[in-house]
């Protein structure tokens, strides 16, 4: 494995951008290749056998870019994929739902979390069963919150229309007397603004990117794996279909121009 190999990421469409800027914050001189699988997204509202079809048909795709770790930035496929792709990958393969419950539990002081996810993350019970193995004690509320995707790929992150849902989907969590809140899907950093208004200043947000990046930072760091270049990495961006505003909604949220975006065939995905 070459250290200038680059680093994999898939999510179901712009939301794994999030952990995408995460690594980029840690290790500017890594290079990425990312996989948006926007023409199936969401994959929350699919069964959990398409999920898993849709991470290996991503997973493989990535794997022919010469992939030197796999990021799964996306927490349905997290809940319901990983283990397969463990089971079927040689590469090591990251999800968000271990880091993210463990920073859950290291940020809360009352001992009581609230998760927001995709219907299929919070139907699997992924991070309540996650936060309860680490911690027994802590208490867990859940709600799904379906409509957040199709708004973060809309790029109302600050529209009257997202804080009236985000007000409706959050207000029985508000009443759980919660400190901290997983946002159980790399979507919803892309509507924190909006999300940390109606929860209250109080409350403390986790995004699962942020310690998932630093557990990408530690295994490339123990294994020699470390791109050592002086110079910033290439970040390439790949997509099941391109909508108008996936370049603007990337550019604005990661704060550079989007140079390399390729489309990619669905076709190609599913013949492999």
């Known amino acids: 494995m070459n250290r200038t190999n680059p680093i994999g990421i898939f999510d179901s469409g712009i939301g794994g951008l999030t952990v995408v800027k995460s690594i980029l914050r840690l290790m500017p001189n890594e290079n990425i290749v990312y996989f948006g699988d926007t023409a199936r997204v969401p994959y929350g509202s699919k069964s959990n056998e398409t999920v898993i079809e849709y991470s290996l048909q991503a997973a ?46 290291q940020e809360s002081r009352n001992g009581i979390v609230g998760v927001i996810g995709t219907r299929a993350t919070i139907s699997n019970r992924a991070y309540a069963n996650e936060l309860k193995k680490i911690s ?113 909604i990337a550019e604005r949220f990661l704060g550079r121009k989007i140079i390399h975006l390729h489309k990619v065939e669905l076709e190609e995905l599913t013949n492999e």
């Not at 557990?215 to 490339?220: A, G, K, N």
């Open 60 to 105: 493989n795709f990535l794997l022919r870019k010469n992939i030197k770790l796999l990021v799964v930035a996306c927490n349905t496929a997290s809940a319901v994929a990983l283990k397969d792709l463990k089971k079927f990958l040689t590469i090591p393969v990251i999800g968000m739902i271990e880091p993210g419950a463990k920073m859950a539990i």
């Open 136 to 248: 027994p004690r802590t208490k867990v509320y859940e709600r799904a919150c379906p409509l957040f995707v199709p708004l973060a790929e809309e790029g109302w992150l600050d529209h009257k229309v997202t804080e009236m849902i985000a007000k409706e989907y959050l207000k029985e969590l508000k009443e759980k007397n919660i400190d901290s809140l997983i946002l159980g899907c790399t979507h919803y950093p892309i509507l924190q603004d909006i999300i940390q208004k109606v929860i209250g200043k109080n409350v403390k947000l986790i995004d699962s990117g942020t310690p998932a990046a630093h557990l990408v930072e530690d295994y490339l760091n123990g294994r020699q794996l470390r791109n050592q270049s002086v110079h910033q990495g290439i970040s390439e961006f790949y997509v099941s279909d391109v909508p108008a505003k996936f370049r603007e």
